[in-house]
Each structure stands twice: as C-alpha cells, then as structure tokens.
C-alpha cells in the first residue's frame, strides 16, 4: 500500500512540474515584434528635444539634435505616437513651458519632407 501511495504522489509531483514549466516556457517565450512602450516611457525618451522645445528661458537649442530627431520620428510612427500630443495639449505636462511652434515644428525638420502627416495632424485626429 505504501508504495502505491509513493507512486501515486510522484506521479503527481511530475504532472504538477511539467505543467508548471509549460506554463512558464510559455509566458517567456520570445516576442517577435518590440515591446510596447507607455506614455510615461515615451515621454521620457523624448528628453533629448527638451533643449530645442522648450519655452524661454529654457530653451538651450536653436535647433533640434539628431537624436531628437530620432526619437521624435520613431515615436511619432509608433502604436503610441500620440502620447507625444500631450506635450501639444498640456504645454506645461512636465513642469515647464514648451514651445507649441517648435513642438510643431519637429515635423518639418525631422521627418521626411514627402510625409502626408504631421504631428499636428496626428494629434488633432486623436482627440
């Protein structure tokens, strides 16, 4: 009898690892596409425009750095694009002014000239 019930409970134990290890296997499975980044995150990524966006006397930059650029373009053609609409919304989001022309203008500079939408556009869709 005591080894039926021996058996019986590593039978149990094996079914209850192997379940547990799918289960996990499955959830860190590799994703083939970039994780998707909050609003938060996008905001902060956009930090290396604040020079050339931001409103008197915090304005550094007389003209965007290329990283700016960057970062501004891949955002804007990002799943969370109009996060950066709340920096046109709320000009003062982050504790300081910025400057509505030179957020606007990021498009023009920083994106191809050939480019339907702007990101004034982009944000006036959105809501």
């Known amino acids: 009898m005591a080894t039926k019930i021996t058996g019986v409970f590593i039978l149990i134990l094996a079914i209850t690892f ?18 998707v980044l909050t609003c938060t995150e996008e905001l902060v990524m956009f930090s290396p425009c604040l020079p050339y966006v931001s409103a008197p ?3 550094m930059s007389e003209t ?3 990283i700016c650029c960057s970062v501004f373009t891949s955002s804007v053609h990002s799943s969370t694009g109009n996060c950066l609409c709340y920096l046109l919304r709320q000009p003062m989001i982050l ?3 910025l400057d509505r022309s030179r957020l ?9 000239q050939n480019s339907e939408e702007s990101f004034e556009s982009l944000c006036s869709v959105s809501g």
């Open 18 to 35: 192997s379940s547990s290890s799918a289960v996990a296997a499955t959830q860190q499975a590799p994703s083939s596409s970039p994780p």
């Open 57 to 59: 006397p915090n304005n």
């Open 64 to 66: 965007p750095d290329p």
């Open 95 to 97: 504790g300081f002014p």
């Open 104 to 112: 606007i203008s990021l498009s023009q500079i920083c994106t191809d």
